[in-house]
DNA sequence: CTGAAAGCGCTTACAG
DNA sequence: CTGAAAGCGCTTACAG
């Protein structure tokens, strides 16, 4: 059986069609009388609005894209969840799309754009945005009018970009772990070779004159499996750290279980930190000395850079929002559990 | 600037849109010259079909509707994540919302249905369908052709449920408690007053002849800071049980961590085991003693039971499939690591 | 305040 | 093998 659409309404109603959409989307030269008794037999059939056909016309479907990598990431579901209260509070529904490689990101926007989304968030793109093999697709969403945002580390004269400093944040933890602890062997954990966030390990250990700065790479997948089993294949050949700053949380978590594992304490044998602030990490045991901007935050500038472009300002210049990071000294790195400053 | 259309490829490759709408479909009865023409134009032109037009003729979106609770728990993401990649890999996209309570749960449905997806998966219902508030909802979407399956403890003649066990899971960690550690005062931490697999708990404790079945209940929220206050609270003002079941692996996390900062250690003090089994539980630590089936099981049963019905074999009567679940005896509650039987 | 008509971008019988 | 026409369910100028 069909669903019930407005022409079913009319006949009900003794009204024409155009009377009933009118009347449903509240246009202020319909009489009352009109609208309470369409929207009465609107209600009896269980009518819903067919969106296809409502936004075939409108071109606007109330519905914003998020594309991002590392979805099975838990702190990347932590966000999408934020952003997915975000977007509903705003009257919009949230459509997520995962990739891999930066390749596959053109055919991904051009999905979205095909969807009629009215806003896109792209995730975690580093670099020129205007220089991207994406650049293409993303321009022609541009000029569909799609409002567009990008994070965390990307730069654009077109486009907003929500940045975090994950560089920082990593010169950071490493700093604390030199100044506060004392550390001077200390090793980064990253999961590729390309990752940005390993030159604040490079930098804050250049700057203290500590050259031996080992780094060991863990292939792609960047779960806790392949981190604990990474650290244990490490310690069976090379002789410990000190302290190793993880790629982010999840490696962490890995990390120490593999360190439990081998027989070490954390953080007496060795110190670790990672990096994002999932809620978990508090919880850990030993408590993960970590740093990161709340998902709450993200998603809420992010919903209000998206907001202000959904307002059709399209003329307005390209923004560059930089979210301010916190720092979580806890019991993983040496710190007791208070939050205490470096 | 406007879309590039059918029109346009017709234009450019001097064809009727009729038959670019047909080329780009890979009609059969459209010759090979011309659809490799067609195709040069439309991927030259960058062109991806406007999906609201091609829905609202062909009554299909490739949109998979996902209605769930507890979206902010992370063995929600983990599933949410599973399904998302099942999904894709269908061609579908999937959409997430929403809800708290079960009256918000006819107009999430409407929603979906107005969005015209093919297929709508309905997550933690308990019960009889046909008797609940959100029926005619429903009932009205399968009218419509949409495929329809539910979780976790539903039954219904109309529509297929996916059923997960979480009464058994309490009983089998209950009866594990009792018998392999010998412990008789154990309580049942749940998070609402309904929950189901509370019954598995009082089965367990009954069958022993252990009456003093101590239940304490959090209010809502089941994050972990309530639970580890709670905790605290509760430790407070009772003696100490011997062990805790919780009502999962988060619920569990929480207390864990109260249980630390109160000073007592676990399992020695008090054991303590979870429901879910979210990956985190066997890298915490001490590992958490759990019970669940795995995210990829349940998704791809889901997809599987919502795949048959796509296929439009609306007449074939309602399935109700039961998803086996594993138990992991872990450290919390006093077992080794390795996962022994019971 | 209300209605008839055109059109959004596609697909799909119906003809040729 | 290809095209002209109707129609999916709405919204929105344009008339009245």
């Known amino acids: 059986m069909a669903r019930v659409t407005i022409i079913d309404i009319a006949r009900e109603s003794g009204k024409s069609y155009t009377t009933v959409s009118r009347a449903l989307s509240d246009h202020p030269r319909i009489s009352i009388e009109t609208k309470v008794l369409i929207r009465a037999t609107a209600t009896r059939l269980g ?69 009629q989304v009215d806003g896109l968030i792209i995730g975690k793109i580093t670099g020129v945005v205007e220089k991207k093999d994406f650049w293409p697709a993303l321009e022609a969403a541009l000029k569909q009018d799609i409002a567009v945002v990008t994070f965390s580390n990307a730069t654009s004269v077109c486009v907003d970009c929500l940045c975090i400093d994950y560089v920082a944040m990593a010169r950071k ?33 250049q700057a203290a004159g500590l050259e031996s700065a080992k780094r060991l790479f863990l292939l792609p997948a960047q779960d806790m499996q392949t981190a604990r089993d990474a650290i244990g294949d490490l310690l069976q050949h090379e002789s410990k750290p000190q302290a190793i700053l993880c790629h982010n949380d999840i490696t962490a978590i890995g ?88």
């Open 47 to 115: 009518y819903s609005p067919n969106m296809m056909a409502k936004g075939l016309v409108q071109k606007r479907t109330q519905t914003i894209g998020l594309i991002a990598t590392e979805l099975s990431n838990p702190v990347r579901s932590e966000l999408i969840e934020a952003l997915r209260r975000q977007v509903h509070a705003s009257g919009y529904q949230l459509l997520v799309s995962g990739y891999q490689d930066e390749d596959e990101l053109s055919s991904r926007i051009r999905d979205m754009a095909g969807r």
């Open 173 to 205: 933890l490493t700093e604390h772990f030199i100044r506060k602890h004392g550390f001077r062997n200390i090793w980064y954990l990253g999961v590729d070779r390309n990752t940005i966030r390993q030159r604040g390990y490079f930098a804050a250990m």
């Open 255 to 342: 990390v120490m279980n593999g360190l439990r594992q081998c027989g070490y304490s954390v953080p007496e044998d060795i110190a670790v930190a990672g990096i994002d602030n999932h809620q978990i990490s508090s919880f850990f045991n030993p408590a993960l000395t970590t740093a990161g901007v709340a998902s709450e935050r993200v998603a809420g500038a992010m919903m209000k850079l998206l907001e202000a472009r959904l307002g059709h300002n399209h003329q307005s210049p390209a923004v560059a929002v930089h979210l301010p990071f916190e720092t979580y000294y806890r019991e993983s790195c040496g710190c007791c559990c208070a939050n205490e400053e470096e």
